[in-house]
């Protein structure tokens, strides 16, 4: 399949999962937008990309900020005019393994924003330009934890199971 000339922003883009994914797109023929908190890495994905002969840049953004989800999708739309997938890897989970009745409020808040709030603000925000852009594809990523439970993280599957529901 090719997305030749596709423009696809990968959250999460700076290792694991999302690090592959850009890597793919791009050798499908995508313009991959790498995004994440860690913007070193995202730069190491962009660069690997680039020497690979692709099109490919690193953008700062920490999806528990919506203004910064704003900042990306407008900066996509400046750098390549359009915005035609939308590919959300970013997540994070955290006190693996730790009783609900020890977990921190603190801890609940920040896998809460990042992996829910963060999905809701890529979709609120790539939405309007996709549609300027003749449309487009949202991929948020979640978990069977989400569905089932059984996670070693009480915030981790919560979180998720508010992703299927978007």
Request: net charge negative.
């Amino acid at each position: 399949m090719s997305f030749k000339d596709k423009v696809i922003v990968v959250t999460g883009g700076a290792e694991g999962l999302g690090r592959t994914t850009a890597l793919q797109c791009a050798d499908v023929g995508a313009k991959v937008i790498v995004a994440d908190v860690n913007l070193d890495g995202a730069e190491d994905t962009a660069k690997t990309i680039t020497n690979g002969g692709g099109i490919a840049c690193a953008i700062a953004v920490d999806l528990a900020r919506e203004g910064q989800v704003a900042c990306l999708i407008e900066q996509t739309e400046r750098t390549f005019g359009r915005l035609d997938i939308l590919i959300n890897c970013a997540g994070i989970l955290l006190n693996a393994g730790q009783r609900v009745d020890q977990f921190s409020s603190k801890s609940w808040a920040e896998v809460i924003e990042v992996n829910l709030s963060g999905s809701f603000f890529c979709v609120k925000h790539a939405v309007p330009l996709m549609v300027k852009s003749g449309g487009g594809v949202l991929v948020l990523l979640a978990s069977g934890a989400g569905i089932f439970g059984g996670s070693s993280s009480v915030a981790y599957a919560a979180s998720k199971g508010g992703v299927q529901g978007i």
